[in-house]
């Protein structure tokens, strides 16, 4: 049976961890040894913008030990990321260079959709975790830096929005004013609902939400000792509540003590007690679920499920899609308009498959363009495509990474905008991003032509590529002689990317 | 609460120190016991004297630190440092007395009927003998002796802590004034304490004192002088050693320099012997510093730990115990694979009755295997030339990840330990030099294996040390297991000790100092509900002392609501039995035997579902909140069975056990009608039974014919 011995290693905010694991066909991931240690990088990164040097030595040290403890188990491959914390700060390239020089380990900065997206593939092996989307969820990730709230509504994520607020945060936030109140629980509370009242009204409004699904530190510590759960393993969300309540006046040193933990003085306990409470009273959940779960196990997952040795039940292209249409309902840009678009171009790239060679990924991102591409009228009519691609470009979709939300949104803008050359859009993709963005532009464009009217007039619409011609075929009972006359326009510069010449061709139907 | 404050008045516990002077009287009763070997007798009465020796230098020197610093603090049986010193002094004499008198009354003339005699004044050496002694002294003693005479140029010299010297009065020759000179001369520990000489007659031994040789050639030293007297003496200093450890940047450098100051601190005790020269002792007294309740003064020869050197002399085997051999482990056998062996089910250990050997073995085997991957372990008090380093060393040296956890504040090994730790650093090993602020105590053997299947994890879990010589003198329990549940507890201890943090949670071990105190009060507690609820309820424990005031209390409370608890308790148990309403359903039990009592058992009954637990911790406060400990379940219903038993025989045990009285001494048990028991002896017993007997196998079956009848 083979064995793969696998090290995720992660580099947080005021922690650094190493888990080791093995993956197999037989015992799937198998956590072999996990080791913690305590550097207080975001001490730095919040405060000042810069991390010092003292503690990228500090950190360095670390690596190095846990580079020998990989060696110890002769791991057959690592993966290491670095999160919000190196995100904001200055000096982060240096950083990893030295990182790099004096450990021989490769780090990679993790944009928050990628963090995110682990965290959620970390839950997604979880048997339990795909009841629960369906009956309408949300998970929250407590991080030392952020907090992440994506909402699930009937399997899918729908929404996921990050909030600058995480306990490390809030604490560096505070620290100024400790001093002068004795309980700043308040303070921290206000800090809280500010962020949590913007997040409710305009995300969460209609969402039906049963379960909260809890990530983050201290949250372990606090479920645990819950002696009242329900059989699946999760907490009344009431009970719960009543519980913080009753540490919420506790000072630090009592609420080490209850919690077993082993800094007494521990000065992230208190906000992190606010914000859950905080969390769980707004968010209006009837359960809480902490499935104990973090970053290095959402590493793992991404690792075996990219090389095809776990099979997720999920499916995160469904999630991407979903996102995409809830994104547009929210900017009412959503309609039968895009749905046939979406379906045209679908249609078009499965029969230019052997001329683009683009794959399943593209496949997906085209779809999302698709139903994003008139979003932008919510701003301007005029200015629609600009607006458009800012939108896309600041929204997070859990399941696209930052560069294909910036491909997408390129898309996007081309779709109204004439193609720029490579030249003056070069600082923000490099050159396949770009040839990807032409095509996929060029392609939707021919799609948006097609129903020109926006009266979804095609129907049993084919798609053949017969030589250096792309023939469509279209049965249409109504007359449209808008759409074909239009569209010599459009098939320009599709021939241009693609050296296809497109035809509509009428099947006339009575 | 007022119910908890009942259980801690004062005068439900005895002192500490009070109580370990018991555990002596006891060793010292072995001695005192007729049935015993001679030369055994004799031994006992050396541990004794050591452990007095300890015993000042460690306890009565913080007492004495604490009355100085004007502490002023009672302790849990509400006594203060000075009263307590006061006790301990009665106490203390009244001990040293019966050493003695067992020494000269009895032990003294009984080795004079076989044959050995122990000159202790050198005027008894007849002519022949005095002219052995005197070559001897010329040839030998002579060489190494530095006299050093104290007068107004020359201070009095810095006498060396537990040394033997010899203080002497002179007198210029040809001086009309006689003005008297104080001199000393340290007895060298370079050589052996007892010489033997030729026997007056056939067939017998002779020893004579070290001392006695130098007192008999006193002259020599001092050529111009007339010696007036000259008496041995001998004096303990405090060495306690508080290192201030924030401060200590290299915890190696500090106890290196500690060390050499242990040579030097204040005198606590002075030994003379009772005949001495009245402006001797007043010069002595003064020049060291030392108050008259200080000053013991000795019918005998000075510091009987040279009887450990008698139980060793030449034949006379009959004199004493014949050697154990510690057996096979029934489970394990030499030369195979002792991986395979762990696989099939969990072993237990019980030393010295069975041999340690399997765990040197263990170490080596994980050392030239080439599926190993990496070795952990701790080591506290391990022998210099201890087997285990060697494997250690060369593991590393083949390529596996070791990290060795050595613990550098085992008192009075610390030189010992400093050496091995170097050796293993150069050879490759992750060497922890202990951890700020704790003793790691817990012992603990990590062996990683890469197998088929993915890896696996080899753990041995222990209540005795990793040193192969003292395996054959004290009782120890052992496990190895390979149970995944242990194996990633042992990982997280390790990770834990690296300066890592904490695991998220444990899976079966209870680790001091954070959760094994609440995990011994949970246990205590649940079973003390079990007894309110009206089910039966038991504790049975082995520890070798008991003195931590809050499990004190949870007992009283457990045996006030009905729980049994029953102790054996080797040394300190400052837990009073007896006490109505208190501690009427508690027995404590003491077992002193030849083997030192050291293993630790913790069983619990828990309404059926019984737990039984092992581990390096005592009830002491110093286990449960200064020091690293690892308490650890045992699981297979076997291993159960075998560790009931062996807790069982203990507590059954009549012959070598005390048992705690409610007026706070100890006594024998009456043994008239029943059967005897003696534990150590039985497990001596069972462990040789335990093998299988070797079974002929070629042995084919054959007519034999019959020798024709001449």
């Known amino acids: 049976m083979k064995i793969t011995t696998f090290a995720a290693i992660y580099i947080g905010s005021y922690e650094v961890s190493l888990k080791v694991f093995e993956i197999s066909a037989k015992q799937k991931i198998r956590s072999i040894d996990y080791v913690r240690s305590h550097v207080e990088l975001g001490k730095d990164a919040f405060g000042k913008g810069v991390i010092g040097y003292e503690l990228v030595e500090e950190l360095c040290l670390i690596l190095k030990e846990f580079r020998t403890i990989m060696d110890g188990y002769k791991v057959d491959a690592y993966e290491a990321f670095a999160g919000n914390v190196f995100r904001n700060v200055g000096n982060a390239l240096f950083i990893l260079d030295q990182i790099r020089l004096r450990t021989k380990i490769e780090v990679t900065v993790l944009s928050n959709s990628e963090h995110r997206l682990m965290d959620y593939k970390s839950l997604a092996v979880l048997p339990k975790f795909e009841k629960m989307i369906q009956k309408g969820a949300a998970v929250v990730n407590v991080g030392g830096g952020s907090m992440q709230i994506t909402l699930f509504r009937k399997g899918t994520a729908i929404t996921t929005q990050h909030i600058e607020l995480g306990i490390m945060r809030i604490r560096e936030k505070l620290t100024k004013i400790a001093n002068m109140v004795s309980h700043y629980e308040t303070q921290i509370q206000e800090l809280i609902d500010k962020e949590l009242d913007i997040f409710k009204r305009i995300y969460l409004k209609g969402s039906e939400i049963k379960y909260i699904i809890v990530m983050g530190d201290y949250i372990g510590d606090m479920a645990k000792g819950f002696s009242k759960k329900e059989e699946d393993g999760t907490i009344e969300t009431e009970r719960f509540i009543k519980l913080l309540n009753k540490w919420y006046k506790k000072s630090t040193e009592e609420l080490s003590l209850e919690l077993n933990l082993a800094n007494e003085h521990d000065p992230l306990i208190l906000p992190s007690v606010v914000l859950y409470k905080r969390l769980s009273e707004e968010l209006n959940a009837k359960y809480i679920w902490v499935p104990g779960v973090n970053i290095c196990d959402g590493i793992v997952c991404d690792y075996a499920g990219k090389n095809r040795m776990i099979y997720f039940e999920h499916d995160f292209e469904e999630d991407v899609l979903a996102a995409a249409r809830n994104l547009a309902e929210r900017y009412q840009g959503y309609s039968s308009h895009s749905e046939a678009v979406r379906n045209m171009a679908v249609v078009i790239f499965d029969a230019m498959k052997k001329v683009h060679g683009m794959g399943k990924r593209e496949r997906l991102l085209l779809q999302v363009a698709a139903i994003l591409h008139d979003c932008g009228r919510y701003v301007s009519l005029i200015n629609q495509s600009e607006c458009s691609y800012q939108i896309i470009l600041a929204t997070e979709i859990i399941g696209m990474t930052h560069v294909e939300r910036e491909i997408v949104a390129s898309a996007v803008k081309y779709n109204s905008q004439p193609l720029q050359p490579y030249s003056s859009v070069s600082g923000s993709m490099d050159q396949e991003g770009y040839m990807v963005v032409s095509k996929l532009a060029a392609i939707l464009k021919i799609a948006n032509a097609m129903d020109r009217s926006h009266r979804q007039k095609f129907k049993n619409i084919k798609a053949s590529l017969q030589g250096r011609e792309l023939v469509i075929t279209v049965e249409s009972p109504e007359s449209i002689v808008l759409e074909k006359g239009l569209f010599p326009d459009y098939a320009n510069s599709f021939e241009e990317v693609f050296s296809v010449k497109p035809r509509i061709r009428e099947k006339k139907v009575f | 609460m007022d119910k908890e404050k009942d259980y801690l008045k004062p005068e439900y516990y005895e002192n500490r120190e009070l109580s370990w002077l018991k555990f002596n009287h006891r060793v010292l009763n ?34 004495k630190d604490m009355v100085h610093a004007g502490y002023k603090k009672k302790d849990i049986a509400g006594m203060t440092a000075k009263e307590q010193l006061e006790a301990i002094n009665k106490d203390t004499r009244s001990l040293v007395e019966m050493q003695y008198s067992t020494y000269t009354r009895s032990l003294v003339p009984l080795l004079h009927n076989h044959g050995i005699e122990i000159i202790s004044a050198y005027e008894e050496l007849s002519e ?58 340290q007895v060298p520990s370079v050589l052996s304490r007892i010489v033997q000489i030729p026997s007056s007659e056939e067939g017998q031994k002779a020893f004579i004192l070290l001392e006695q040789v130098i007192e008999r050639n006193i002259h020599r030293l001092f050529l111009n002088y007339h010696v007036v007297c000259a008496y041995p003496y001998r004096i303990m200093r405090n060495a306690d050693l508080t290192i201030d450890e924030d401060e200590a940047e290299d915890l190696l450098q500090e106890i290196q320099k500690q060390l050499k100051k242990r040579q030097w601190g204040e005198v606590i005790r002075l030994e003379v012997e009772d005949k001495v020269d009245k402006r001797l002792l007043g010069i002595l007294k003064e020049d060291l510093h030392i108050a008259q309740e200080d000053i013991f003064k000795i019918n005998g020869p000075l510091d009987l730990t040279f009887l450990m050197k008698m139980y060793g002399i030449e034949g006379e085997d009959e004199l004493r115990y014949p050697p154990y051999q510690p057996q096979r ?21 019980h030393h010295p009755y069975q041999t340690f050997d399997p765990v040197v073995d263990f170490i080596r085997q994980a050392s030239v295997d ?51 730790a170097k050796k293993l650093e150069k050879a490759g090993c992750h060497v922890i030099y202990g951890l700020v602020g704790l003793k790691t105590h817990s012992k603990i053997a990590l062996v990683v294996r890469k197998e088929e299947d993915g890896i696996r994890r080899y753990v041995h879990l222990g209540t005795g040390n990793y040193n192969d010589s003292t395996a054959k003198l004290y009782t120890d329990l052992g496990m190895f297991t390979c149970s995944e549940a242990i194996g990633e507890d042992a990982t997280a201890v390790f990770n834990m000790l690296s300066g890592y943090s904490e695991p998220p949670s444990w899976n079966k071990l209870a680790v001091a100092p954070i959760w094994l105190r609440k995990r011994f009060l949970k246990l205590i507690k649940r079973e003390m509900k079990h007894a309110q609820a009206g089910k039966e309820a038991f504790i049975r424990a082995k520890m070798n002392s008991l003195c931590d005031r809050d499990v004190i209390a949870a007992l009283y409370e457990a045996s006030a609501a009905g729980v049994q608890v029953d102790l054996v308790i080797r040394g300190i148990c400052c837990l009073r039995v007896g006490i109505p309403g208190v501690s009427e359903n508690i027995t404590v039990h003491s077992i002193v035997g030849n083997f030192l009592e050291h293993s630790r058992i913790f069983w619990f009954h828990n309404d059926g579902q019984e737990e039984i637990y092992m581990g390096s911790a005592d ?91 001449e």
């Open chain 2, 370 to 420: 080439p599926d190993v991957l990496a070795i952990k372990q701790t080591l506290y008090r391990v022998s210099g030339n201890s087997p285990i380093i060697a494997s250690l060393a060369q593991a590393a040296e083949n390529g596996k990840q070791v990290s060795v956890l050595v613990e550098l504040k085992a008192r009075f090994d610390e030189e010992n330990n400093i050496v091995w």
């Open chain 2, 128 to 185: 022949a003998q005095g002219e052995y002694v005197d070559r001897y002294f010329e040839e030998t003693v002579y060489p190494v002796l530095t006299p050093m005479a104290v007068d107004a140029s020359r201070p009095f010299p810095l006498i060396r802590n537990k040394s033997l010297n010899i203080a002497a009065l002179l007198n210029k020759k040809g001086d009309k004034k006689e003005e008297l000179e104080f001199a000393t001369v």
């Open chain 2, 329 to 349: 482990v029934p489970k394990i056998v030499p030369g195979e694979d002792i991986f395979e062996a762990i696989r099939k089910g969990d072993i237990l250990l």
């Open chain 2, 30 to 63: 072995e001695a005192r016991d007729k049935n015993i070997p001679l030369l055994e007798r004799l031994k006992f009465v050396s541990i004794t004297s050591s452990n007095l020796d300890e015993f000042f230098m460690v306890r009565v020197a913080s007492l």
């Open chain 2, 619 to 709: 009830w002491m406060p110093r286990n449960l909140d200064r020091r690293v400990e690892i308490m650890f379940p045992v699981e297979n219903e076997t291993l159960m069975d075998q560790v009931r038993h062996i807790l069982g025989t203990q507590l059954a045990d009549n012959t070598k056990a005390h048992i705690l009285k409610p007026d706070g001494n100890y006594e024998k048990i009456d043994k008239r009608g029943k059967r005897l028991v003696n534990s150590q002896q039985q497990f001596c017993e069972e462990a040789r039974n335990a093998l299988p007997k070797t079974v002929n196998v070629y042995q084919d079956r054959v007519f034999i014919p019959a020798e024709p009848v």
